[in-house]
């Protein structure tokens, strides 16, 4: 069996090897994004890097930027100048899905500004299209969940609130997720837009059209793909 681990950071090493000085960067969240992180910490402490900002889609994020030594900001409205984050699947056209690790709706507020959005992964996570290996989270309000979560049963999506423990899991803003299990056939933009207008919505793990490349690591080497029309 490979080890998904060293494949991750090396995705991870590729993405990272993009910032330049000066850069406006946004930081993902969840495994493999934590690599991304930890590179960059390294090349500022080794003086590979100078004067980079981190714009962090998680509390975790924002203090493991902060440990290695970046710089973190708020999100405001300036661009971005390169997003690095891991997604849980990509397909051909380098659409995803996200938020198995709970950030979703930071990490699209902060990568829908990025003039570049760089994804890392490991192979694991290639499908011909989304919701065949990963449900789709989405996040929801607490107040009346059990009502949104009938509204999107109504929809058509099997899937269950995200309950790790004795409680539901709450996101850095607050909310539940739930994870929707998709029906074969679907697409993702059309249901994208449905989940959207459903009241108690607040966002989807769908990011659609956002990623400019992807670093995908096998045990052969880190293969460099472009989204495919």
Known sequence: MPDLEALKRQAAVRAAALVTDGMRVGLGTGSTAKYAIEELG???????????????????SDA????VGIQVEPLDPRPLDLAIDGADEIDPGLNLIKGLGGALLREKLTEV????????ADHTKLVTQLGEKAPLPVEIARFGFLSTI?????????????????????TD???????????????????????????????????????????VAAPDGVQELSPQT
């Open 113 to 120: 500004q990025a003039r570049q959005l760089v994804i890392i």
């Open 173 to 215: 803003n607050g909310n539940y997720i739930f994870d929707a299990a998709i029906p074969a056939g679907t697409q993702p933009a059309t249901l994208e837009r449905t989940l959207k207008g459903t009241l108690g919505v607040i966002d989807t793990g769908f990011f659609l059209g956002m990623a400019t490349r992807a670093f």
């Open 64 to 67: 493991l930027a902060r440990q």
């Open 150 to 170: 009938e509204r999107l049963r109504a929809l058509g999506l099997g899937g269950r609130l995200r309950q790790p423990g004795a409680q539901p899991y709450l």
């Open 42 to 60: 390294r090349r500022l402490a080794d003086g590979e890097l100078k004067g980079i900002v981190g714009v962090a889609t998680s509390e975790a």
